[in-house]
């Protein structure tokens, strides 16, 4: 079958640096997602990585590598806006989107 | 601007009364898709059309039903909910389904059935 594993929650400190990680195991792989999720709110686009590297985009970067099927989500200078679900996604083989159930981010002041 | 509406934001029905809930993007995209999710679980697809050609999930009950009758709107019917299909039912678009076609979701109708 396939899978989708993301710690279910992490807490951090306002300003500080944190690693959301995600490892799949999908038939095929055309693509990787992050979305971001506030309580109650849908989703919102982050990032897409298809090749291996780091993609940095002002406080968030993704990084994949498709050899281990791991990737992880870095958020610099914590704000308590970031206080959210962050969701990995993962294109199939039949491009079709698989999920995760999400890490819950809790910024602490 | 651009974007993709769901009415209503909050729905309250009773058990086994049908009910409706709408999409509309001002997109102009092909695939319009819909999604249920439970609390802290990863949205379940239950069905998606591109352009008018309907794909159904497998393991979407028969209870669930979707209209799609232009490129800008979109339905799901609920026609007997039960406890279990309280959830947050999201719509979201996208251009195409090619590997970097990122979705655009809607703000989400949380469903509560009494």
């Known amino acids: 079958g396939q899978n989708i594993d993301q710690p279910t929650e992490m807490t951090a400190t306002e300003g500080a640096i944190v690693q959301i990680n995600c490892t799949y195991q999908t038939s095929g792989f055309n693509g990787l997602f992050w979305y971001q999720q506030h309580a109650g709110e849908a989703p919102t686009f982050l990032s897409y990585?298809?090749l291996d590297g780091l993609e940095e985009k002002g406080r968030f970067s993704s990084f994949l590598s498709r050899s281990k099927g791991y990737s992880y989500l870095l958020l610099k200078e914590l704000q308590m806006k970031d206080s959210a679900s962050y969701l990995c996604a993962v294109r199939d083989s039949n491009y079709q989107l698989i999920w995760g159930a999400g890490t819950k981010l809790i910024i602490k002041p | 601007d651009a974007m993709v509406i769901q009415n209503p934001r909050y729905q309250v029905t009773q058990f086994g009364k049908p009910v409706t809930l709408s999409c509309s993007q001002t997109l102009n995209h092909n695939v319009m898709y819909w999604y249920q999710q439970k609390s802290s679980q990863a949205p379940k697809l239950l069905f998606h059309?591109?352009?008018?050609?309907?794909?159904n999930e497998a393991d979407t009950p028969d209870n669930f039903q979707s209209r799609r009758p232009n490129t800008s709107f979109c339905f799901l019917d609920i026609r007997s909910p039960g406890l279990g299909d309280a959830a947050m039912y999201l719509c979201?678009?996208?251009?195409?389904?090619?590997?970097?076609?990122?979705?655009?979701f809607g703000s989400g109708t949380q469903l509560s059935v009494l």
């Open positions: 979201a678009t996208s251009k195409g389904t090619g590997g970097n076609e990122k979705l655009f």
């Open positions: 059309y591109y352009d008018k050609d309907f794909n």
């Open positions: 990585n298809v």
